[in-house]
């Protein structure tokens, strides 16, 4: 993995990307951090050539995105073009929202339209991703997980895997088998740290506080063709931009090849 390699997802700093005023200032210390690349979530109502604008600026590539499910689904088109606008090739189903893993007629109907949506951005020279939260790992009564389902009966070519790696440990999965699982169509992957507080508590933490194996991760993951080694903390125990420097400076120092 190439120190190029390593995006921030914005979705971290969604409280300062509320407007094209705080994402500049935001997309301004993000470079001055060190990061070079930036997966567009959680930004307030910002044209998409002035997002443009403001990352090209500050020499900050557009990796990928994350776009309402609903959307995905439902108004394929209109995402395609959101991605074309915003010069980046891959976006992800951020959330299985509404689903009822209990009921086969939703989880059949998601797996179907999630192949359809797949095949357009493919035909449009695009990928579409599937982003990973701990439910999706849930087993019915006699029946596989969710996310093996979504991997076993889609087609490679439409759908590929956004792993979360602290949403598979929090769901119970083996984080390095995972991304084993996956190989070849992993195009980018999220890297979020996962720990135990002293009261026994679940919580996210910046790469490298935590407990996951990321040198094997990030091994497998460049063994399948990783493009994005995207990091994100979905909370932080103060100042977000001191923790996605701590992270980067973390993998600067201890995983970049």
């Known amino acids: 993995m190439k120190i190029s390699q390593v995006a921030i997802q914005l979705y971290t700093l969604r409280d ?4 094209a005023a705080e994402f500049a200032a ?7 951090i060190g990061y070079t690349a930036v997966q567009i979530s959680g930004v307030g109502p910002i044209p998409e050539a002035e997002i443009v604008a403001i990352c ?5 590539v557009i990796c990928a995105t994350h776009e309402p499910g609903v959307k995905i689904l439902d108004e394929t088109d209109s995402v395609i073009a959101r991605l ?14 509404g689903i009822d893993f209990d009921n086969p007629e939703h989880i059949n109907t998601l797996i179907k339209k999630l192949d359809i949506a797949g095949a357009k951005f493919r ?12 439910n999706e ?11 093996e389902r979504i991997y076993d009966e889609t087609s490679p070519e439409n759908i ?16 390095v ?10 195009p980018f992957i999220h890297l979020k740290d996962f720990k135990v507080n002293p009261a026994g508590e679940i919580a996210f933490c910046e790469i490298g506080a935590g407990t996951l194996p990321f040198k094997r991760i990030i091994a497998e993951a460049e063994a399948g063709g990783c493009e994005w080694f995207i990091v994100e903390q979905d909370s932080c125990p103060g100042d977000p931009f001191v923790s996605i420097k701590q992270s980067f400076d973390y993998i600067k120092a201890h995983l970049v090849g």
């Open 16 to 19: 300062f990307c509320k407007t």
């Open 26 to 32: 935001a997309m301004k210390k993000v470079r001055e």
């Open 123 to 134: 035909a449009a020279g695009m990928k579409l991703g599937y982003h990973n939260h701990a």
């Open 137 to 147: 790992f849930y087993r019915p009564a006699g029946g596989k997980a969710f996310l």
């Open 177 to 186: 088998e995972w991304v084993k699982r996956v190989k070849g169509r992993t």
């Open 56 to 60: 090209k600026a500050e020499g900050l």
């Open 84 to 97: 074309r606008a915003l010069g980046t090739k891959l976006t992800a189903y951020p959330y299985p929202a």
């Open 160 to 175: 590929v895997a956004e792993l979360d790696t602290f949403w598979v440990q929090r769901g119970g999965g083996d984080v």
